[in-house]
């Protein structure tokens, strides 16, 4: 039964993870950059970026946008280390309502893989996860 919990969890983090992450980069990826200005009426709330294991940086930007009174939290995921670079808050000129970050932009292919990558471990954890569920120790 701890076994079926740990596989269900793990299954629920990629998932949260999917969440999180695969939106922004498919908005990222339909967005026209020739579209984008920096974006005005805009404060940064926080910005951070976290290195996991010298391989994979995660970073979680929150701004407010005064304009259309609303906050926005951009969360990327990427493969290398992302900190101490600065970003702007750009904002879609089709769409005044769209906002994104240089940082997002310039990663997009990045933050793609490293989503893509994130995700088939996680199917592949809890594949095997399921696949082992009926195999138990022998007995003595």
């Keep these: 039964m701890a076994k079926i919990f740990g596989v269900f969890f793990l299954a629920v983090c990629f998932a949260f993870c999917a969440y999180l ?10 967005l026209d950059a020739s579209t984008l ?19 994979v940086s995660t ?10 009174d609303q906050t926005v939290d951009f969360h990327y995921a990427l493969l290398g280390n992302l900190g101490g670079e600065g970003f702007t808050v750009l904002r879609s000129t089709d769409d005044a309502e769209l906002l994104t970050t240089s940082v997002g932009l310039d990663y997009v292919w990045n933050r793609l893989v490293t989503a893509l990558l994130i995700l088939l471990i996680g199917l592949a954890i809890v594949s095997a996860g399921l696949q082992s569920r009926g195999e138990m120790a022998p007995a003595r």
């Design 21 to 30: 992450w695969v939106p922004g980069v498919l908005s990222d990826l339909t």
């Design 37 to 55: 200005q920096p974006a005005e009426a805009v404060e940064v709330k926080a910005a951070k970026c976290t290195v996991h294991a010298f391989v």
């Design 59 to 68: 970073c979680e930007i929150s701004v407010h946008d005064k304009a259309a």
